[in-house]
């Protein structure tokens, strides 16, 4: 069980190649995917933890491997987190900025498009803020994949 199949820090490398990897890969692929989860976002999240477990592992079914994916995961995290912190540049890189959506009542249809955002979710955007369209000062696609409204 705490036998390690591969040196220890194989794991670390691992993980930090499958972390940089997938980071990049869901930076790319929008801020929809990082903020309101449809289902089939969800299952493409689920799936991609599977196919990445082999390649964290590296085929060790160790307890101790895991542990040490984990923790290098964890670790990464909280590093990207205080990184961005403390460099707006990088914060940049790595999440984005906002996007303007919509302005004085008009909706930019294509920057919904570009932005993956549906005629739909924008109108639901506006319900949630209880504004009408004409009365839309400016409309965001935060970087959390959010929208957010600002009334006249």
């Not at 964290?56 to 040490?68: E, K, M, T, V, W």
């Not at 965001?140 to 957010?148: A, K, N, Q, R």
Request: proline fraction near 2%; include cysteine; aromatic fraction near 8%.
């Amino acid at each position: 069980m705490f036998d390690l199949e591969l040196p220890w820090w194989e794991f670390v490398v691992r993980a930090c190649v499958v972390y940089a990897c997938l980071l990049v890969l869901i930076r790319l692929s929008g801020k929809r995917t990082v903020g309101q989860f449809t289902p089939f976002d969800l299952v493409v999240v689920l799936l991609l933890s599977e196919s990445v477990s082999n390649g964290l592992s590296g085929g060790d079914p160790s307890l101790a491997g895991g542990l040490i994916s984990a923790a290098t995961l964890i670790a990464l995290n909280t590093s990207v987190g205080w990184l961005t912190s403390h460099n707006a540049a990088l914060e940049r890189v790595i999440q984005g900025r906002e996007v303007v959506l919509g302005r004085n009542g008009k909706i930019y249809t294509e920057i919904l498009k570009r932005e993956l955002v549906s005629d739909a979710d924008f109108q639901e955007a506006l319900r949630e803020h209880d504004c009408k369209l004409q009365d839309m000062r400016c409309a965001f696609l935060e970087t959390d994949g959010t929208i957010s409204v600002l009334k006249r």
